[in-house]
């Protein structure tokens, strides 16, 4: 029921019903799937780990994963330094090479980068609170005290656990807290 004519893509009148159907169909899935809260936390955490885990391997510590993944955990790769052999490295990672890195990284001695991939792993993530009440500068300090005496963490290392985010998704802002305890 499409066509290219004149250069231009064109729809049959009859397939106007399924792509409005497509439409709503993308747009429930952005509001339950994809910007589902638990979604969200996943979404934080992995890039929390891929953090940690590039820090780390920058340190010189050797953390098992894929060639691909320790490329681009050993590089600093920008828009300009972006070239053809980054991204034929790129194009090799997929879900497995995750996967299998989060697996190794939850036995690691390192605290922050085995808890967050033991979250991911085990689907415990951390506690959220979504709402438009703000979290007192005072209130965030004290949660990240009591949890870097909990956890003997400095308070720096603490950002990977307590966080606040505020996301904005076409006018209607959801505010995000998270909380690693």
């Not at 209130?139 to 307590?162: H, M, P, S, V």
């Amino acid at each position: 029921m499409m066509n290219v004519v004149d250069d231009v893509l064109v729809i049959e009148e009859k397939g106007i019903y399924s792509v409005e159907k497509f439409l709503m169909s993308r747009r429930l899935m952005y509001w339950q799937v994809y910007l589902h809260k638990t979604s969200l936390v996943a979404e934080l955490i992995l890039t929390k780990i891929l953090k940690r885990a590039k820090e780390l391997t920058q340190k010189g510590v050797v953390l098992p994963c894929s060639e691909p993944l320790r490329f681009f955990m050993q590089h600093k790769i920008t828009f300009e330094t972006f070239d053809t052999t980054n991204l034929n490295l790129f194009s090799q990672l997929d879900d497995f090479d995750i996967i299998s890195a989060l697996k190794s990284w939850q036995n690691q001695d390192d605290f922050i980068l085995s808890s967050l991939s033991k979250m991911i792993i085990n689907r415990d993530l951390l506690k959220i609170k979504v709402g438009n009440e703000k979290v007192s500068a005072a209130e965030f300090y004290l949660l990240k005290e009591r949890f870097a005496l909990k956890t003997n963490l400095t308070l720096d290392e603490t950002n990977y656990f307590i966080l606040k985010v505020k996301l904005k998704v076409k006018r209607i802002a959801k505010k995000l807290s998270l909380f690693g305890f």
